[in-house]
């Protein structure tokens, strides 16, 4: 019998380098870019800055990860606010994103 757990856990797709670019591209482009370019601008810094001192680029990829799972998201968002639905009882995206941990 072995200590060691059956299974894994899958680490995530590693980023291409130009991953951020092509996010902050897509922001400019979509119709929430107002808040959404500055909001991205200062995630990013902030998670440069903890880069900086951390030596690590996971706080990079973190918002670039969270940034693309918005920008996927949107369309589905936006149709349900358009539907006139409900969104009272609605979850807050980190959690979402989150998985809930």
Do not use: C, I, K, N
């Not at 918005?70 to 969104?87: N, S």
Request: net charge negative; hydrophobic share 45%; charged share 20%.
């Amino acid at each position: 019998m072995s200590a060691q757990p059956d299974h894994a856990p899958v680490p995530p797709a590693p980023l291409a380098p130009t991953a951020a670019v092509q996010v902050l591209a897509q922001l400019r482009v979509s119709a929430r870019a107002q808040t959404w370019v500055p909001a991205f601008e200062q995630d990013w810094a902030r998670a440069l800055e903890d880069s900086r001192h951390s030596y690590s680029l996971s706080p990079l990829h973190d918002v670039v990860r969270t940034w693309q799972a918005r920008l996927e998201a949107a369309p589905a968002v936006h149709e349900f606010l358009a539907g006139g639905r409900d969104d009272s009882d609605g979850v807050d995206l980190a959690d979402a994103l989150d998985g809930g941990r």
